[in-house]
């Protein structure tokens, strides 16, 4: 704490102190205003405005202070000023009041609190950015949650200062209204709690449950009004009809499957979506084989005179192939036929919010169903640079098409596909230059992790220029050319083919999104609510087309949500859950993250303790060769709960679950150390990583007084 907050607190605290220690509680007593009523209604008539202030002021500092005494204050008000008067005071006085406290609260701690339970607190802070203002009004409705509570709490939260004062004014009049005026009958007032029966209070949880209420009703009435366009069916064909079958597709149908839906799968390409056929299936074999390759260059590190390798380019491909025919059975129309899923190879065509057109070789057919899931996927997005399409280029769907190794490639991208594929084709012979709009490769990840993979890609002479915008491309006797734009001058880059890798955009046109007016967001997914679901109640998008993560794995995440909410949403909804979301790079060395990087923690103002443990120490790293590569661990300051962590070198990928299972289920880095792993494995770099936090935060003066201990002990 800075401080500026100590001496601010250090004073508050000493105004509380000094109004218990002299027990100026006693001058907030029903029975002492009674008493005085004489004398203070005399000194207003004698001074209006003065006595007006001295209350203003009073009233503003014992609400600021969170001190006890405002009920008692509103009444006198009422009894000195009248109705009219004393509303007017205590109204205002209250309410800035109240906002002082959320101030005070806000700059003395939400920085601790907010470094503390940062993740947490985001989506209570999205939920009042969305409703705040009603929910807020809600709280200063209903009298069974203290003012002085809801000022400190709002004070934590993201809600803006100005939306605080305003809606307290309103939401805290009623009860003003009736303090106030149960202080024009003060004579005749034994109680406090009289003020407050059963009745009342039930009153003010109606008032204050009504605007959200009504906000839900409206909605509910769009709902109605938007779904009278089209007739609803008496009866429906299905329980749901599923559009993709891509992972989230897949995973999406099998759950209403496995839960006896009646489900249609609709497809029009090929079973397992990119994924399978053009993504991560065939990228891993060709890594695969690249990787071997790479490592008999290496033969002498492991003691080897040499290990050549012989290979066809296009047998590599075959192999690529075969693979993604191993695999398919795993996603085929016969398997999921077998769990239940009714599965046509097709075109949908959304009709209405329960009806959906299937196209396919037999004809056309309608069903109607109660809900739907879009999972259509994306596609590579191929920026509009001059002469591309005439020069033609690849894309991360079309290079499993290739039979000839290119012996010279560009790679128009340094993002993960990017980096990947690049890597692959330099160790198969290519002569690959990477070329990246931004400052660096990876450009997610911290700087010193994406130096590490560029350190490497330079090693294994790939020409990777950062900082290039591709300008255009042109053909000239002697092949095809990318010209480039760097620090303000032309860089040429002659190539054989092209690899475009510079991001996914998701399929959105062609299946009746436009028809039914199901919007599109800034980054051209299917607009969708917390629970997956589109300006329609029944009709649900998930995987790459709803965003904002494109990954298999979050796609088969995101299915689950969609498919229960759109079976069972009537009984109960699942808000989507992307606190623990982990991705990796299968590049040598692999990078895999979960949770923040410095970057994102700077970006959203999140307090970190940061912790390094270089895998070039570890006993298994130094054994296999691999050496390459670090655990980086962001945890709360001072504590061992774990923000995010990054590792970089051999399986990343695999070795990142202990830390995906920590963030999701609270356990620290304490416990990380207290586990026993197995001796030698890469895994216990995690536990390496855990006994170097440990020591970074070890307790200074507690082994200070162990030393002496230990001294005394020797004699």
């Known amino acids: 704490m800075s401080r500026r907050r100590l001496l601010l607190a250090a004073l508050i605290l000493g105004l509380i102190v000094v109004f218990f220690a002299f027990d100026l509680g006693r001058y907030f007593q029903l029975e002492y205003f009674k008493a005085r009523q004489m004398a203070i209604e005399e000194f207003r008539r004698s001074n209006p405005l003065v006595a007006a202030g001295l209350f203003f002021l009073g009233y503003v500092l014992v609400a600021a202070l969170s001190l006890p005494g405002a009920a008692i204050m509103s009444l006198a008000v009422g009894a000195i000023f009248g109705l009219a008067g004393g509303t007017l005071i205590v109204s205002f006085a209250s309410s800035i009041g109240a906002t002082l406290a959320f101030l005070l609260s806000r700059f003395l701690f939400r920085e601790a609190v907010r470094g503390r339970f940062g993740d947490r607190l985001r989506a209570v802070d999205a939920g009042l950015e969305k409703e705040g203002a009603l929910y807020l009004f809600a709280l200063r409705l209903v009298p069974a949650f203290p ?45 406090v709690r009289g003020l407050l029966s059963p009745i009342l209070i039930g009153s003010f949880v109606v008032l ?30 299905r329980n749901l009809v599923v559009i993709g079958a891509g992972s989230a597709g897949l995973v999406a149908s099998y759950i209403a499957a496995a839960v006896k839906a009646k489900v249609t799968l609709v497809e029009k390409h090929r079973m397992g979506g990119d994924c399978l056929n053009t993504g991560c299936v065939p990228s891993k074999a060709l890594i695969k ?8 260059r290496r033969a002498r590190e492991y003691g080897l005179k040499s290990i050549e390798v012989d290979f066809d380019f296009a047998e590599v491909m075959e192999r690529v192939r075969r693979v993604i025919r191993t695999v398919e059975p795993h996603d085929s129309v016969e398997r999921y036929t077998s769990l239940g899923v009714e599965c046509i190879q097709g075109e949908a065509k959304i009709i209405s919010p329960w009806t959906v057109e299937i196209r396919s070789g037999g004809g056309a057919r309608t069903l109607t169903t109660r809900s739907i899931v879009i999972a259509t996927g994306a596609r590579p997005f191929v920026p509009p640079i001059p002469g591309l399409a005439e020069a033609g280029y690849l894309t991360s769907d079309t290079v499993w098409d290739l039979s000839t190794l290119p012996a010279r490639l560009v ?11 690049a890597q692959c084709f330099a160790r198969l012979g290519s002569h690959v230059t990477q070329v990246e709009m931004l400052p660096r490769i990876l450009i997610r990840e911290d700087p010193e992790i994406s130096e590490l993979v560029a350190r490497q890609f330079r090693d294994e002479r790939i020409d990777v220029r950062t900082a290039h ?8 006797e002697d092949g095809k050319v990318l010209v480039c734009e760097h620090d303000g001058e032309e860089v040429r880059f002659p190539f054989d083919h092209l690899l475009c890798a510079v991001g996914r955009v998701a399929n959105t046109a062609g299946y009746g999104l436009e028809e039914l007016g199901i919007g599109v967001s800034r980054t051209r997914t299917v607009e969708t609510n917390e629970y997956l679901e589109t300006l329609y109640p029944n009709i649900y998008a998930c995987g790459d087309v709803a965003g904002p993560y494109q990954f ?13 909410n759109a079976l069972f949403g009537g009984v109960k909804r699942f808000r989507a859950d992307y606190s623990v979301v982990p991705w990796a790079t299968f590049t040598e060395p692999e990078v895999a993250r979960v949770g923040l990087n410095e970057i994102e923690a700077k970006e959203r103002n999140i307090a970190y303790d940061v912790t390094r443990y270089a895998i070039e120490d570890l006993d298994r790293a ?13 945890t709360v300051p001072g504590r061992d709960r774990i923000l995010g962590a990054t590792i970089v070198g051999e399986h990343a990928g695999d070795l990142i679950a202990e830390f995906i299972l920590a963030m999701k289920h609270g356990i620290g880095m304490n416990k990380i150390l207290g586990t026993i792993h197995i001796y030698p494995t890469l895994a216990e770099a995690n536990k390496y990583a855990a006994g170097s936090w440990k020591k970074a935060h070890a307790p200074q003066g507690l082994l200070r007084w162990a030393e002496k201990f230990h001294a005394w002990r020797r004699g």
């Open 147 to 191: 003012f002085f509570v809801i000022n400190l709490v709002m004070g934590l939260t993201r809600v803006r200062t100005w939306t605080f004062y305003w809606v307290s004014q309103i939401g805290m009049l009623p009860a003003t209204l009736v303090y106030v005026n149960a202080g024009t009958q003060l004579a005749t007032l034994t109680s």
């Open 208 to 237: 204050g449950v009504f605007p959200l209420v009504a906000r839900r009703t409206v909605q509910a009435l769009e709902v109605r009004r938007l779904l009278a366009r089209w007739p609803r069916p008496s009866k429906f064909d």
């Open 289 to 296: 084989s690249a990787r071997l390759i790479a490592q008999a």
């Open 411 to 421: 790679v128009l991208g340094g993002g993960p596909i990017g980096c990947e594929l």
């Open 469 to 476: 915008k591709a300008v255009r491309v042109v053909r000239e």
């Open 552 to 564: 298999t794995h979050t796609a088969s995440h995101q299915a689950w949500y969609a498919t229960v």
């Open 622 to 634: 130094i054994t296999d060769g691999e050496r390459q590569g670090m655990v980086k661990a962001l």
